[in-house]
Nanobody, 124 residues
């Protein structure tokens, strides 16, 4: 089993920045990749960014490319999402997810473990 706990969400003005953290515990050695997803009210959960555990290679959705950066600190078992130039449309609950079987996937169904989510609200 793997446990994921997100933190760092909050209320920020448009143009501001936030850093989300996702601390992993349990069988962390089994994790192939980690990702951040987000879900706005009435919308499906969407992929934001992913990172491979071993190589550190990353992939970002076009909607956040150049503004958000995913990174990891293996010594702390933590994955981060640095969010700059935030827009009101970035408002959502942000979830981190872990995949124990494959590389970075954009599909929610490919992830085995999920955190509880952290709310990000961007005011205009």
């Amino acid at each position: 089993q793997v446990q994921l706990v997100e933190s760092g969400g909050g209320l920020v003005q448009a143009g501001g920045s936030l850093r989300l953290s996702c601390v992993t515990s349990g069988r962390t050695y089994s994790i192939y990749s980690m990702a951040w997803f987000r879900q706005a009210p009435g919308q499906e959960r969407e992929f934001v960014a992913g990172i491979r555990s071993e190589s550190g290679s990353t992939y970002h959705a076009d909607s956040v490319k150049g503004r958000f950066t995913i990174s990891r600190d293996n010594a702390k078992n933590t994955v981060y999402l640095h969010m700059d130039s935030l827009k009101p449309e970035d408002t959502a609950v942000y979830y981190c997810a872990a995949d124990t079987a494959r590389g970075i996937s954009l599909s929610t169904s490919d992830y085995d473990y999920w955190g509880q989510g952290t709310q990000v609200t961007v005011s205009s």
